[in-house]
């Protein structure tokens, strides 16, 4: 199982088997805490071969720079089953998220994991701006 893509972005679509996404970021600033971000989405491909047949417990987790989870974990089973034609197949996730929040400023991930193993870790760096009158950088 390779995770070919894994961005948090402002959003994503899969379009008849091609993922589409929009305005893909890794920091999110504001002027005070808690720091709440209106709406994005996780957006994943990943790639299957012949030896990841059989079903699968897909899961995403929300953790800061300790190890400490944000939510509860996220998990879904999935079953992999391979086209008898092909060597590989590729299947687009797409996680929309509203109102994610975080309570402090800090280094996050987005763990995504399969069968309890780590595959890739999304980072996420929120920051605090410091209100000095000038205008603040692009925010995602």
């Known amino acids: 199982m390779d995770i070919q893509v894994a961005s948090l972005c402002d959003s ?5 088997g091609k993922l589409c996404l929009l305005g893909t970021f890794d920091t999110i600033c504001s002027r005070q805490t808690p720091v709440v971000h209106p709406q994005c989405a996780l ?3 990943i790639c299957f071969r012949a030896e990841d047949e059989g079903q699968h417990e897909l899961g995403i987790a929300f953790i800061d720079a300790d190890g400490k989870q944000l939510i509860d974990p996220l998990k879904t089973k999935i079953d ?8 590989f197949l ?11 929040s975080f309570e402090k400023e800090g280094q996050f ?3 995504i994991s399969s069968d309890g193993n780590i595959l890739t870790r999304v980072p996420l760096r929120v ?3 410091e209100n000095d009158g000038q205008q603040p950088p692009a925010q995602a």
């Open 12 to 16: 994503a679509t899969d379009y008849n």
């Open 43 to 45: 957006a994943l491909r």
């Open 80 to 87: 992999v089953k391979m086209p008898p034609d092909g060597y």
């Open 90 to 100: 590729t299947r687009n996730i797409v996680l929309n998220l509203q109102r994610l």
């Open 109 to 111: 991930s987005i763990d």
């Open 127 to 129: 920051m605090l701006l």
